[in-house]
């Protein structure tokens, strides 16, 4: 009886919650805490289910769950609590993923680290995307592989066992105390992993941190389609039309867009095309370059997530290494970037190049002639051998309009690589799917990045495909439109506000095709000591968003996004995208996002009442 009760009141949710459970894909950091962010929501929703009250505007007050759509969001958090409610377990022992592989990864990766033995329990055919042979040589994971009749003749084991079941129903689980990880598959939807026993709950922050970082949760629209099946199973609709259509013309508009060579990947999220680059390339250096060590360069205060996904690969592999490479500030990318190269070169090592054009969130480019000079010059190793020559990986988030890979671009006669996180300008913030693209010398690259993509079962969703089908033909207008609007803020910032220092593109940048919609904002400051000057200026950065998100409601947030199609987002870096970055490199400024559609006149006479309140 209280099943059913639960599952009526479920339906009732679905009827009535807010429209922004479905499409949204990022939060208000205002009302985000996120050491609460999971337990907030799911406390506060079980408190409205013992009251029975599914209404929309109880819904609607929740607070934020977990961290954009990567880690979870409120429908993922509700399939996971309704779940674990069927199995009488806690809600965090229920972990949704949108791709199938990385639950296995995830458990494989924690007892790889404490080198505690696995063995993976499957029925019938393993899935098509797992490569027992690759997850051995290239991940360094070890684990026994056994096919069973049943579960229930599984026995005890010295280690962890996981228990793969491919199936329709992909809530339903059958538990025995003989396993530990429960996971089932499912064709469309993603996966859904179940953590049995106390004395596996030491894993869940670690597998969770496997979804924020290599992949991301079950999508909003998937998980709905499964609360929709708990509900009625007659119900369910995961329609394939138009996949393969949308599939073509996602990767024509990105070809249209880079001038790249190669097809594009699309993956789940920005993270997971990185995570398959990163793989891909250190699978291509373990092949070509056996024995060598391998160096991942990486900006040490660029965006969290890549920085600390470089650290976690770094700390599964042993020949692996991640190097800092200053490029912000009083730093200049072009030197970093050769005097790294140097110092790999004499190692005989193999340098890969991971940077952001325009950097973040100080929105500089380098000098991009003597960047391909650097690039591009012959180095030798310590004993006068020819060095390996560097893979350059291009972040180019903010500006994906530059076609720096086409032939007789700037970064064509060097072996690069180019991505973009699709949650920004690709989809208009509608969606987190990510893409990369290669020149010509990095055709056989692309080919080991798809492989991972692949393994990893990253690969877009359908819906993130027929949303970026939608949006990438008007990409470059948005682009353009926005950079407008950017332009005109920053002039009349500097015109109110002159003690201010702003980081934006120069004219001369924007004639080139560098056309950026973000700014930050360095506010002047005041105080006898530095202690004094900064703590005044970041209380001042949040005087002014607060005024902005208050005043402006309906257009301003407190939001880390970019590229959006409507309103205008700000943040402080230090706090939001620079989260797992090492205090000392991290910027305590505001950063500003403008959006192509936006009343710039209003964000205007807001910011003249802020400077005339300083």
Request: hydrophobic residues 40%; glycine residues 4%; charged residues 20%.
């Amino acid at each position: 009886m209280e099943a059913s009760n639960m599952l009526n009141y479920i339906e009732d949710v679905l009827e009535n919650m807010p429209t922004s459970w479905l499409d949204l894909t990022t939060h208000r950091l205002d009302i985000y805490d996120e050491k609460l962010a999971k337990i907030q929501f799911i406390e506060q929703f079980e408190n409205l289910f013992h009251n029975n009250n599914s209404e929309s505007s109880a819904l609607n007050q929740l607070p934020t769950a977990y961290d954009y759509i990567r880690l979870g969001h409120p429908l993922s958090c509700i399939l996971e609590w309704v779940i674990a409610k069927l199995y009488d377990i806690k809600s965090e022992n229920v972990i949704s993923f949108s791709s199938k592989t990385p639950p296995i990864l995830a458990v494989l990766r924690k007892n790889s680290l404490a080198n505690k033995n696995t063995q993976i329990i499957y029925i019938g055919e393993l899935p098509a995307f797992f490569d027992a042979e690759v997850l051995k040589n290239i991940y360094g994971y070890k684990f026994e592989l056994k096919k069973v009749e049943s579960s229930s003749t599984i026995s005890k084991f010295n280690g962890s066992t996981i228990f793969i079941s491919q199936q329709k129903e992909i809530c339903n689980f059958d538990l025995t105390p003989n396993i530990d990880f429960f996971i089932n598959g499912h064709s469309l939807l993603g996966s859904i992993l179940l953590v049995n026993g106390k004395q596996n709950d030491n894993y869940i922050a670690e597998i969770q941190h496997v979804r924020r970082r290599e992949t991301i949760a079950m999508t909003p629209a998937n998980s709905f389609m499964a609360l929709k099946s708990l509900i009625d199973t007659s119900s369910f609709n995961a329609s394939k039309n138009n996949v393969e259509v949308n599939k073509t013309l996602v990767i024509d508009s990105i070809a249209a867009i880079t001038g790249a060579h190669t097809d594009a990947l699309v993956g789940s999220s920005g993270l997971s095309i990185q995570y398959a680059i990163m793989m891909g390339l250190i699978h291509d250096a373990l092949e070509r370059h056996k024995g060598k060590s391998i160096k991942f360069v990486v900006p040490p205060n660029c965006y969290g997530g890549t920085n600390d996904q470089a650290r976690r690969v770094a700390a599964c592999i042993d020949n692996v290494e991640v190097m800092d490479l200053p490029v912000d500030g009083d730093n200049d990318m072009v030197k970093s970037i050769d005097i790294v190269l140097d110092k790999i070169a004499n190692e005989d090592a193999i340098p890969y190049i991971i940077a952001e054009i325009p950097t973040n969130p100080r929105v500089e480019v380098p000098d991009l002639i003597k960047l391909k000079e650097a690039l591009s010059k012959e180095r030798k190793t310590a004993t006068g051998n020819i060095a390996i020559a560097p893979v350059f990986i291009l972040d180019q988030t903010f500006c994906p309009n530059v076609r720096f890979l086409d032939d007789g671009e700037i970064l064509s006669t060097v072996r690069a690589i180019s991505y973009a996180s699709g949650s920004k300008f690709p989809s208009g913030g509608l969606c987190t799917a990510g893409y990369c693209v290669g020149n010509k010398k990095a055709d056989a690259l692309i080919e080991k990045i798809k492989l991972h993509l692949n393994i990893c079962d990253n690969e877009a969703t359908h819906l993130q495909y027929e949303i970026l089908a939608k949006q990438l033909p008007s990409m470059n207008q948005r682009i353009e439109d926005a950079y407008q609007n950017t332009r005109e803020f920053v002039s009349f910032i500097n015109k109110t506000l002159p003690e201010a220092k702003i980081n934006f593109v120069s004219e001369a940048l924007a004639k080139q095709g560098f056309t950026p919609s973000v700014f930050s904002l360095d506010l002047p400051t005041k105080g006898n000591t530095t202690e004094e000057k900064e703590a005044y200026k970041r209380a001042l950065n949040h005087k002014l968003i607060n005024l902005m998100i208050t005043e402006i409601p309906n257009e301003s947030k407190y939001c880390v996004s970019y590229g959006q199609l409507n309103g205008c987002y700000w943040t402080i870096p230090a706090t939001s995208t620079q989260g797992t970055t090492k205090e000392r490199d991290k910027d305590y400024i505001a950063r500003v996002a403008l959006s192509p559609s936006m009343n710039l006149e209003r964000h205007k006479k807001v910011f003249l009442d802020f400077v005339e309140n300083v």
